[in-house]
């Protein structure tokens, strides 16, 4: 599974064909983004994140989903000027996917498998639910800016709820740790 996560067949956000190969011996934070969301302001975090710790070995990824709600209806050409007028994201961006149901695209797969369960508790599910919006079940991705690391490895060794910025501590600390493997 390791390596194979690395095969899986992408689109830059440009429309060029790739994958995470040319990643391979980096820390990967994937995160399923959108740009009519509530949490949208996570850019800034994620980008600080990615200027931070980009020379450690750090690579954060952009994966824009339309999935939730509608929150990502724009084109990549959209999308990508959004990113980069808004929030001067420098992270790569990748071509518009699904995340979740019959559509999920085969690294989401991956990830889910992988790792079916996040950190970060029940609050946002309980905050969504609030606003009377049905949720989907684990190992489902839960809403827009979901994060999963992978290891230098290959390995998906963490898994965050979307209300876990940038900043918190607990995705901070699984970082570091695969920063330092």
């Excluded at 509530?38 to 994966?63: I, N, R």
């Excluded at 905050?127 to 009377?132: P, R």
Aim: glycine share 12%; with cysteine; charged share 25%.
């Amino acid at each position: 599974m390791a390596g194979a996560i690395y095969d899986i067949p992408l689109k830059s956000i440009d429309g060029n064909a790739t994958n995470l190969g040319d990643y391979k011996g980096k820390v990967l934070l994937v995160v399923n983004v959108a740009s009519k969301c509530g949490l949208t302001p996570q850019y800034e975090g994620l980008q600080k994140l990615y200027a931070e710790k980009h020379g450690a070995g750090l690579e954060v990824l952009g994966f824009p989903a339309n999935d939730f709600k509608g929150q990502e209806p724009g084109t990549e050409e959209e999308i990508a000027s959004f990113c980069s007028t808004t929030y001067n994201v420098e992270f790569p961006l990748f071509g518009k996917i699904s995340v979740v149901g019959e559509a999920k695209h085969p690294l989401y797969q991956a990830l889910t498998a992988a790792k079916p369960h996040a950190e970060g508790g029940d609050a946002f599910r309980t905050k969504l639910a609030g606003f009377g919006i049905a949720t989907n079940p684990e190992p489902e991705v839960l809403w827009n800016f979901e994060k999963f690391i992978i290891g230098r490895d290959g390995k998906v060794v963490a898994r965050f709820t979307p209300d876990v910025g940038a900043d918190d501590p607990r995705l901070r600390a699984a970082l570091d740790a695969a920063l330092a493997a």
